[in-house]
Nanobody, 123 residues
Framework: QVQLVESGGGLVQAGGSLRLSCAAS????????MGWFRQAPGKEREFVAA????????FYADSVKGRFTISRDIIRKTVYLQMNSLKPEDTAVYYC????????????????WGQGTQVTVSS
C-alpha cells in the first residue's frame, strides 16, 4: 500500500515562486514514474510534469516548460515541483501521482494519488 502526501501549496503573487513536495510512504514503493497534475475549478485535469524514478528523465507540459522543474529524492521517496515565474493561470489544485510504468502524461495511467494541495496566484 502506497500513500502520497503533497505539501507546499499556498498563495503567492504573480511572478513569485513556490515549491511543492510529494512524499511517498508504505512498505513497498514500486512506482517507476511520478507526475504532477493540476485541476482548476470548471477545468479538466491537466498534465504538468513527470519524472522517471530510476533514470530521472523529465517531461513537461508546454505551458510550464522553462518555469517549472520536477525532481526526486530517491532516499526520501519524495518528488518536488519547483514553480517559478508563477502566473494567475497556474492557480489550481496540484496533485501528485505515481505509476508502475514509464512516465506518461495520461492521468488515467497512474495508480496512486495524493490528496492535492492548493496553489493560488494573485494578479
Amino acid at each position: 500500500q502506497v500513500q502520497l502526501v503533497e505539501s507546499g501549496g499556498g498563495l503567492v503573487q504573480a511572478g513569485g515562486s513556490l515549491r511543492l513536495s510529494c512524499a511517498a510512504s508504505g512498505r513497498t514503493f514500486s512506482s517507476y514514474a511520478m507526475g504532477w497534475f493540476r485541476q482548476a475549478p470548471g477545468k479538466e485535469r491537466e498534465f504538468v510534469a513527470a519524472i522517471s524514478w530510476t533514470g530521472g528523465r523529465t517531461f513537461y507540459a508546454d505551458s510550464v516548460k522553462g518555469r517549472f522543474t520536477i525532481s526526486r529524492d530517491i532516499i526520501r521517496k519524495t518528488v518536488y515541483l519547483q514553480m517559478n515565474s508563477l502566473k494567475p493561470e497556474d492557480t489550481a489544485v496540484y496533485y501528485c501521482g505515481g505509476r508502475d510504468g514509464v512516465a506518461t502524461m495520461a492521468s488515467s495511467e497512474y495508480d496512486y494519488w495524493g490528496q492535492g494541495t492548493q496553489v493560488t496566484v494573485s494578479s
